[in-house]
């Protein structure tokens, strides 16, 4: 029953001020060598990791629940020679600080902010995965939209007010807390429905398992606190969307395309990390719907 409600979260309902400036950068060889990791400190003290790599076109992704920036490897590797590629470890993932008090959907999206600012980005292009589709929802609603080029939504939700989504969420942060490994086994196991290289897999599953777990029932409790309907955000959107989703989002299509005509839909037939299970298709579809002509 749980490993049911797992993976119907993860596949169908599942991201200033001038001081910011004077932040140190650590630059290093990772994944590769055109690949840096970076580093900026929040107006609230967290320090944050976030890797980058490329030119052109800035491409800023919010990871999902409990994911580090690395599970974006085929993007960061292989987009790198059309688009700037920044991936932030949001407060208490990957390689950032933990921040429990304060892991909030307000503060993650003012951590999104406030990167941005500290890589003087112009204009970008926003993606959130999963629990990281509200959340770059909720940034376009509170900060704007006048720097966006174009949106990119990957297997989330954009209504956290459902009754069969508030009902999952509330039963995964209830299993979290008491079968953590449980969770974290059949968590791996949504992800992926093809064979990837053994390291890159070890590497994510690492870095799940170092993701406390009060700072991840923080994340995800305030959707449960404060549930919304961020398809009212959608609709506002003047830029080119494209929205990737899995199987079991496919009843949903319709709701999709009914919140903003302007977005191309594209369904996978693979794991809730669509974007590494079929990460040349897409890719490509990046490519061709936002690469400067």
């Not at 790198?80 to 590629?85: A, D, G, L, M």
């Not at 506002?236 to 496919?250: A, E, G, N, R």
């Not at 977005?263 to 061709?288: K, P, Q, T, W, Y």
């Amino acid at each position: 029953m749980r490993k049911t409600i797992l993976v119907i979260f993860l596949i169908s309902v599942l991201s200033i001020d001038s001081s910011l400036g004077q932040n140190s950068d650590i630059e290093h060889k990772s994944i590769k060598e055109s690949i840096t990791d970076r580093y900026f400190t929040t107006s609230d003290g967290i320090k944050l990791h976030y890797l980058t790599a490329g030119k052109g076109p800035t491409i800023i992704i919010q990871p999902g629940w409990m994911m580090p920036a690395d599970i974006f490897k085929p993007q960061l590797e292989k987009l790198s020679n059309s688009f700037k590629i920044i991936v932030l470890d949001p407060r208490g993932q990957g390689q950032s600080e933990d921040s429990p008090d304060n892991n909030y959907i307000e503060r993650r999206t003012r951590d999104l902010f406030e990167l941005i600012a500290h890589e003087k980005v112009d204009t970008f292009i926003l993606a959130g995965w999963s629990l990281g589709v509200p959340e770059v929802l909720y940034f376009l609603d509170k900060y704007g939209m006048n720097q966006l080029r174009g949106l990119i939504l990957i297997d989330g939700p954009i209504k956290t007010d459902l009754p069969e989504v508030q009902s999952g969420w509330k039963s995964l942060i209830n299993w979290l807390q008491k079968d953590r490994s449980g969770l974290e086994k059949v968590f791996m196991d949504a992800l992926f429905n093809k064979e990837h290289d053994e390291e890159f897999i070890n590497l994510i599953q690492k870095r799940l398992s170092n993701t406390p777990t009060n700072s991840s029932f923080v994340a995800m409790g305030t959707h449960v606190a404060e549930p919304r309907d961020y398809s009212t955000i959608l609709e506002k959107v003047q830029v080119p969307i494209l929205i990737t989703y899995s199987p079991t989002w496919k009843n949903q299509s319709d709701e999709f395309k009914e919140a903003n005509n302007l977005a191309s839909l594209e369904m996978f037939e693979c794991g809730h990390a669509l974007f590494v299970d079929e990460s040349e298709r897409f890719n490509s579809l990046i490519r061709n719907m936002f690469k400067e002509k």
